[in-house]
């Protein structure tokens, strides 16, 4: 008789009943954590007794093929498919394994095309866009059996300083909310069978962290923690289905949320109705004990991070490992560990692992970076410039005659990428492992794989392990086949040497129009200035590249600045330099070719800043949507040495054409019913373009202080020049509501002033007033209705 956890028409509760009845304590506790690949693999061969042995009792998932190894899609399905073969034949009960990986910008994996990183897909504003991408991923990813995605970043992102601000979505909790819904559905699809799981990260508060520094403690009140960074998290769960959670590193208000019940179980679980599995940042579980220093050891950090609701270890069972003997001793209730078990079991069967566990390692290269996936990579890069000034000098003139190309980041494919793009990611497996960073990782009781990692100082060589990437100067020189395009670097992008300035300033003196290409450096090792652990208190560009843009721009030739960045940099020295400046947020694979559309005319840009830019580093945070108070009055609302005002706020971005917003109609609904607001846009200008039509609420008299504008839908819209296009924006009232006084989440009735526009504070924006009729009505974050956008 067939088991019933193996009977694939059997309901899945009873599937995990039967399953779970079956395991003895170590192989539960196996299946809430991980292993290195590395573990696995010995002189570079996968050994399958060996791996019986050490997986006996089987293990939740495995960490990493393609984010840590050089393999080509063919080989890490090969080696997917050996484990699993291991796991399903060679252990008593036979569970498959779940292979995680990553894929902010593209999935992290040799071969696999390279996206925009996440900051700059947000820059489109195009939430159909990002749909299209996440299946690109997700067709990659299932291809070579990987079914669990460590993404996306939901972070909302309101400290420059910081250096993952890239991996995110941005600073408004609508905009993170949007993306990260599109990202997800795109993944998980209607059928987890056919797709994979999105692990929405990292809860909560991460990006508003102690001094903009990584990991550092978070200082945020309840109301905060929900209306604004919990959101993007709930809208993603709600409307997505949203099946896997991953903890902050932070502490809020003093606890660890790797060991905090009040977030991991109480807000998520109980306010925000998720139901999928919570799993550690890698090695937040030991943090407990070797930084947090909540626990003794890495028995009782296990305990609190279990108990807390963090249902699996990752990168591998370092703490977790050590439940058995801490049943034995009643220092934890064996229920709980089966608590944790149940929800990892029940998410493997909806991934079909038990009747699929393996896939077909030789066509998954077919899937890989195909020229459709490349057009794709070109159009997304190219809808995320941002165009922030411009005084005439774009589009070039199509009959210009000598270009000068310059600047550290105009040809060097490396600076295209983020810190979790491959390689850029790959680089600390190669360059960051010092002989002190192996004997930390062995007292940590890492010792798992430590003989298959590099050599000290050990050096990479990224050029194979790149897909074909475009750099702007060959963008440029294929747009422009018919004009001298020069290229002289000028200055690294770090250091102070001067030496090569004099040489761009002279091939720019010649030349009719100068393209300075600046930027940071992303990454994960220490020659990055941007990137995971990359914080900074300098939001300048990094070296001497300022010093190349002003020497540049003082000969007087048209200068056009291209920052290629992930930092949010302050450029009023730049700005005020330049004749155009624009933005391309680590654009991947095909950003030289989208800016050059950009520069050419070929593309009419409509990116948008995610992100607000400050004039000085002293004013973080600054975002558009402070509370009141925060404003930009000038009683008691300026600097001494600075205004308040950001250099460029949210929302920001020019085009080639004009557009002019029309009289709004509007149909008032009240507390209960839905607020219905009609905008006729229309191109003006000679050229066809997209605008990004932003909808913006003020809740003019409330009970608690709220925000003087924030961010409640948007749609990004083609009009051909001299036509016209009616946007409907349908807003519940749900999507107004705020936790009061008593934190009970309500809308209050009362008068909204609604404004719709290209910013948030354009002067153009058309305002419209509504009272909102009713009695104050309750709602829950589970029940929040997203604001929908009909074009007509």
Same mark, same amino acid.
């Given at each position: 008789? =067939? ?64 984010? $840590? ?19 399903? +034949? ?51 990813? =299932? ?41 997800? @559905? ?41 209306? /604004? ?9 709600? +409307? ?12 809020? %208000?003093?606890?660890?949320? #790797? ?15 998720? %139901?999928?599995?919570?799993? #550690? ?34 990168? #591998?069972?370092?703490?977790?490992? *050590?439940?058995?003997? &801490? ?7 064996? $229920? ?41 990579? @070109? ?44 390689? &850029?990611?790959? +680089? ?11 004997? #930390? ?65 002279? /091939? ?7 393209? /300075? ?50 930092? /949010? ?10 004749? &155009? ?15 050059? !559309? ?26 558009? %949507?402070?509370?009141?108070?925060? %404003? ?34 509007? =149909? ?13 846009? $229309? ?26 504008? +924030? ?27 705020? *936790? ?14 609604? @404004? ?14 509504? !009272? ?21």
């Amino acid at each position: 008789m =067939t088991e019933t956890y193996r009977d694939p028409n059997a309901a899945i509760d009873d599937r995990v009943a039967d399953l779970l009845g079956r395991m003895t304590l170590e192989e539960k506790v196996a299946q809430l954590g991980a292993i290195w690949l590395t573990a696995l693999v010995q002189d570079e061969t996968f050994d399958a007794d060996q791996a019986a042995e050490t997986l006996a009792d089987g293990i939740g998932q495995v960490t990493r093929i393609g984010a $840590s190894t050089g393999l080509l899609a063919n080989e890490s399905a090969q080696l997917g498919n050996d484990i699993q073969k291991v796991l399903v +034949e060679r252990t008593r009960l036979g569970i498959p394994t779940v292979i995680h990986e990553e894929g902010v910008g593209g999935f992290l994996h040799r071969g696999a095309t390279t996206f925009p990183q996440g900051l700059g897909l947000a820059a489109t504003w195009d939430v159909d866009l990002m749909a299209e991408v996440a299946e690109v991923i997700r067709i990659q990813m =299932t291809a070579v059996g990987a079914r669990h995605n460590l993404s996306p970043v939901l972070d909302v992102a309101r400290d420059p300083r910081w250096g993952r601000v890239e991996e995110t979505y941005g600073e408004s909790p609508e905009l993170c909310a949007r993306m990260g819904v599109a990202y997800v @559905r795109g993944l998980q699809t209607d059928n987890l069978a056919n797709g994979v799981v999105c692990t929405g990260k990292h809860f909560l508060g991460y990006g508003y962290s102690l001094g903009g520094r990584n990991q550092a403690p978070v200082h945020l009140g309840d109301r905060e923690l929900r209306e /604004v960074y919990a959101e993007p998290f709930a809208a993603a769960i709600r +409307e997505a289905g949203l099946e896997s959670i991953m903890n902050s590193y932070s502490s809020i %208000d003093g606890v660890p949320v #790797a060991a905090s019940r009040a977030m991991l179980t109480d807000l998520l679980r109980g306010e925000l109705g998720f %139901d999928g599995t919570v799993v #550690a940042d890698y090695f937040a579980v030991m943090q407990l004990h070797f930084n947090h220093m909540t626990a003794a050891d890495p028995t009782e950090s296990a305990i609190q991070a279990l108990s807390a609701g963090l249902d699996i270890e990752l990168p #591998a069972l370092d703490c977790y490992k *050590h439940l058995p003997t &801490a049943v034995q001793e009643r220092r934890i209730d064996e $229920s709980i560990i089966d608590e944790s078990c149940t929800r990892v079991l029940a998410q493997k069967f909806r991934l079909g692992l038990f009747e699929n566990p393996y896939v077909d390692a030789e066509s998954a290269p077919d899937v890989f970076d195909t020229p459709d996936q490349r057009v794709l990579a @070109r159009r997304a890069a190219a809808k995320g410039v941002i165009l922030v000034e411009n005084d005439g000098v774009l589009p070039l003139d199509p009959s210009i005659s000598q270009v000068a190309v310059i600047g550290p980041h105009a040809d060097d494919p490396r600076l295209l990428q983020g810190d979790y793009h491959y390689p &850029a990611h790959l +680089e600390i497996i190669y360059q960051n492992r010092s002989a002190e960073m192996l004997e #930390a990782m062995e007292a940590l009781g890492m010792e798992q794989g430590l003989d298959q990692l590099p050599e000290a100082g050990g050096t990479f060589s990224p050029g194979p392990h790149f897909t074909p990437h475009v750099t702007p100067l060959q963008g440029l020189r294929a747009a422009l086949s018919g004009a001298e395009v020069v290229y002289v670097a000028g200055c690294a992008d770090t250091g102070g040497d001067v030496s090569g300035i004099g040489d761009a300033v002279a /091939v720019a003196a010649s030349a009719d129009v100068a393209i /300075v290409c600046v930027g940071a450096r992303s990454g994960l090792v220490a020659d990055a200035t941007v990137g995971e652990a990359r914080d900074a208190t300098h939001l300048g560009l990094p070296g001497v590249q300022s010093q190349l843009v002003a020497e540049v721009a003082a000969t007087g030739t048209p200068t056009v600045v291209v920052v290629i960045s992930g930092r /949010v940099h302050t450029l009023a020295d730049e700005a005020a330099a330049a004749n &155009a400046l624009l933005w391309s947020i680590l654009p991947g694979e095909e950003g030289g070719t989208a800016i050059a !559309d950009v520069l050419v005319g070929a593309v009419n840009p409509a990116g948008r800043l995610p992100v607000s830019l400050p004039k000085h580093v002293g004013q973080v945070p600054l975002h558009y %949507d402070m509370r009141r108070r925060g %404003d930009r009055s000038e009683f008691y609302g300026s600097y001494v040495d600075c205004e308040s005002d950001a250099l460029y706020w949210f929302g920001h971005g020019l085009s080639y054409t004009t557009f002019e917003y029309g009289e709004p109609s509007v =149909t008032p609904g009240s507390t209960t019913e839905a607020t219905r607001i009609a905008v006729p846009i $229309s191109n003006t200008g000679s050229s066809d373009g997209d605008e990004v039509v932003q909808l913006y609420a003020t809740d003019e008299v409330a009970s608690v202080a709220r925000p003087i504008r +924030e961010l409640i839908g948007f749609t990004r819209i083609s009009i051909p020049a001299g036509e016209s296009r009616t946007v409907t924006f349908t807003v519940h009232p749900s999507r107004l509501a705020f *936790h009061g006084l008593d934190m009970a989440l309500v809308t209050e009735p009362g008068t909204f002033t609604f @404004r719709v526009g290209g910013s948030p504070y354009d002067s153009g924006l058309r305002v419209i007033p509504v !009272d909102l009729a009713g009695e104050t009505a309750p709602y829950d974050r589970r029940s929040i209705i997203a604001t929908t956008a009909e074009v007509s």
